[in-house]
């Protein structure tokens, strides 16, 4: 029997993958967080980190803002708008499939199998 | 029904079969999971590694509330306010001196310590301004109570007033000698944290909270079975400020929630 597939939203890869998702999920908490902060949350090295940042800053996810402060340079990062509406949009479609899972899950379940109820023997 | 995934290349099909097979779809497909261990945690989110997105949300909220040493300072603020009290066998002079002492020092702290220090150990976040509704619910409570205030005052402080009588008779404490203040606060925390599932750090929040709780109820029961306890020099600390050391205890509480969500330091010098 032929089935047709039931396609479920295809999440934006960009914000899907993990260290960008936690960055963005970070960026979604607050109103900016430094780089600092930011290394030290997600645990990325220095180098993978203004990398991601690069890549979601070329997105037009985040806005990046430098400034020199007491003779040191302070990166400071948000979301810009399309970066809060995409990070919102993907955990509803994250929802939506996970939602699906769950009904798909329980209707491959088995059955729960109802005992008979005997009735007694007649009396002889 | 079979359920696929549309990635750029072409559809993703389940092969037929029960739960095993959603479960191995799930898998492949690598959804980020909410659920993970403090280890996966502490581990970068390096691709391979799930992330607990709630725990990246509590500790950036934990931070960009300022909560952790400027709430310790402000429970050492309170302590500073109720010093007659706390320290009264000790003598005038050291509570003023205390007061003077203390008050630059606290200062000092607030706009320059705690800052600089957080910067480098935690990084820093900028809190969210808040919304245009939360602004106007403020207001509204702000505005109402400026009008009716008042008169709502005037009608519920003989409630609790008697209230108060009532629950201070009770503990044989007629001349209200014991801060009830602190066990009740703790309990209200307590009661704003039950939500729904908790999550490891918010299990250790609760027990916390439940140990505070135990701490101050029995400084109330103790000048209750041992009325003699009150002439005891802690436990009229404990009693006294009872509230400047409840928010001493939460901030330190914050502080070493963040450094263990946080444990990294990383080299001085520039950032990138």
Redesign the interface.
């Known amino acids: 029997m032929n089935?047709?597939?039931?396609?479920?939203p295809?999440p934006n890869?960009l914000v899907?993958?993990?260290?960008r998702?936690?960055?963005l999920?970070?960026l979604?908490?607050?109103?900016?967080?430094?780089?600092?902060?930011?290394?030290?949350?997600?645990?990325?090295?220095?180098g993978?980190l203004?990398v991601q940042l690069t890549n979601l800053e070329q997105a037009g996810l985040v806005v990046i803002r430098k400034e020199i402060v007491d003779k040191?340079?302070?990166?400071?990062v948000?979301l810009s708008k399309r970066g809060i509406s995409e990070i919102a949009d993907y955990w509803k479609v994250?929802d939506e499939?996970?939602g699906?899972?769950a009904q798909?899950?329980k209707?491959?379940?088995p059955e729960r199998v109802v005992p008979p109820v005997l009735s007694p023997e007649p009396a002889r | 029904m079979i359920l696929g995934v549309k990635s750029d290349e072409s559809v993703l099909r389940l092969p037929r079969g029960g739960v095993h097979d959603i479960n191995q779809f799930m898998s492949d497909v690598r959804l980020p999971s909410v659920v993970a261990s403090a280890e996966q945690l502490r581990g970068p989110a390096d691709g391979e590694t799930p992330v607990d997105h709630e725990r990246l949300r509590y500790v950036t909220r934990i931070l960009g509330a300022q909560q952790g040493l400027y709430t310790v300072l402000f429970g050492f603020f309170f302590l500073l306010m109720e010093l007659g009290d706390v320290w009264e066998w000790r003598g005038e002079w050291l509570i003023r001196l205390s007061a003077l002492a203390g008050v630059p020092i606290m200062i000092a702290a607030y706009q320059r310590w705690i800052p600089k220090y957080y910067r480098k150990r935690f990084g820093h976040v900028e809190p969210r301004e808040i919304s245009t509704r939360q602004f106007v619910v403020l207001l509204g409570v702000i505005v109402l109570l400026m009008f009716f205030g008042e008169p709502l005052a005037h009608r519920v402080d003989p409630m609790i007033s008697s209230f108060s009588d009532r629950l201070h008779l009770a503990i044989s404490d007629p001349a209200h000698q014991v801060n009830l203040w602190p066990s009740f606060f703790w309990t209200a925390l307590l009661i704003s944290s039950l939500r729904g599932a908790f999550r490891s750090f918010e299990w250790q929040r609760l027990c916390f909270l439940f140990c505070g709780i135990l701490v101050f109820t029995s400084v109330v029961l103790f000048a209750m079975w041992f009325p003699d306890v009150r002439q005891s020099a802690l436990w009229r600390v404990c009693n006294a400020g009872g509230v400047g050391l409840t928010f001493v205890a939460l901030g330190l509480h914050d502080h070493i929630t963040l450094a263990r969500m946080l444990p990294k330091r990383i080299a001085d010098g520039d950032d990138e």
Not at chain 1, 16 to 19: M, S, V
């Open positions: 089935e047709e597939p039931n396609i479920l295809s890869r899907h993958e993990p260290a998702l936690a960055i999920t970070v979604s908490s607050c109103a900016a967080a430094d780089f600092v902060f930011l290394q030290k949350i997600t645990q990325l090295s220095k993978n203004s040191k340079m302070r990166t400071t948000s994250m499939i996970r699906q899972m798909e899950k209707r491959r379940s």
